[in-house]
Antibody, heavy 121, light 106 residues
Framework: QVQLVESGGGVVQPGRSLRLSCTVS????????IHWVRQAPGKGLEWVAV????????FYADSVLGRFTISRDNSNNTLYLQMDSLRVEDTAVYYC??????????????WGQGTLLIVSS | DTQLTQSPSSLSASVGDTVTITCRAS??????LAWYQQKPGRVPRLLIY???ALQSGVPSRFSGRGFGTEFTLTISGLQPEDVATYYC?????????FGGGTKVEI
């Protein structure tokens, strides 16, 4: 069955960097766009970024533009989120979600369990 | 950027009631609108896509309608397991914004 597993979360100081990973199975990774979505404690869902099936197009929320970079390795079925210049307000559970198809302009039909990032001094 | 406004932000209803949640977009998004359910402590789950298409495995008591700027999610015959927060999301173009959520209680 379709599975997405996030990893790499933890506690990091403001201004530092961290890379999240999302490893998938149960479907042909290279055929699908993938999203990152986050949820701050007790808050709603916030879309973060998306990457097209082949990595050619990437889009970001204004709140992370210039600090976060989404990428993928289709040979290893893995999605990444490189997060630089982290801020306290980046504290959240980060989910990866498979898009409905190859385009990033699509809903998320399968979601991982999430990984928690805490940015604190 | 297109903003999505959900109303109400929370509601309380009885088992068997029909519940309707509204999502309004600040600009037209055609039918590029999805609805998700997030139960407490759980991962979001896709319910509806393309404004009205029911995702596989979702009970038929859930339905979606709308086009352009106004959308609704209706639960016909509320069940105890429907206690959750519901989010709309537009995906016509980036940013793929979510609404603020509607918490449904019984």
């Amino acid at each position: 069955q379709v599975q997405l597993v996030e990893s790499g979360g933890g506690v990091v100081q403001p201004g530092r960097s961290l890379r999240l990973s999302c490893t998938v199975s149960g479907f042909t990774f290279s055929n699908y766009a993938i999203h990152w979505v986050r949820q701050a404690p007790g808050k709603g869902l916030e879309w973060v970024a998306v990457i097209w099936y082949d990595g050619t197009n990437k889009f970001y929320a204004d709140s992370v533009l210039g600090r976060f970079t989404i990428s993928r390795d289709n040979s290893n079925n893995t999605l990444y989120l490189q997060m630089d210049s982290l801020r306290v307000e980046d504290t959240a559970v980060y989910y990866c979600a498979r898009a409905g198809g190859w385009s990033g302009y699509d809903f998320g039909d399968h979601w991982g369990q999430g990984t928690l990032l805490i940015v604190s001094s | 950027d297109t903003q999505l406004t959900q109303s109400p932000s929370s509601l309380s209803a009885s088992v068997g009631d029909t519940v309707t949640i509204t999502c309004r977009a600040s600009q037209g998004v055609d039918n590029y609108l999805a609805w998700y359910q997030q139960k407490p402590g759980r991962v979001p789950r896709l319910l509806i896509y393309a404004a009205s298409a029911l995702q596989s495995g979702v009970p038929s008591r859930f339905s979606g309608r709308g086009f352009g700027t106004e959308f609704t999610l209706t639960i016909s015959g509320l069940q105890p397991e429907d206690v959750a927060t519901y989010y709309c999301q537009k995906y016509k173009r980036a940013p793929l914004t979510f609404g603020g959520g509607t918490k449904v209680e019984i």
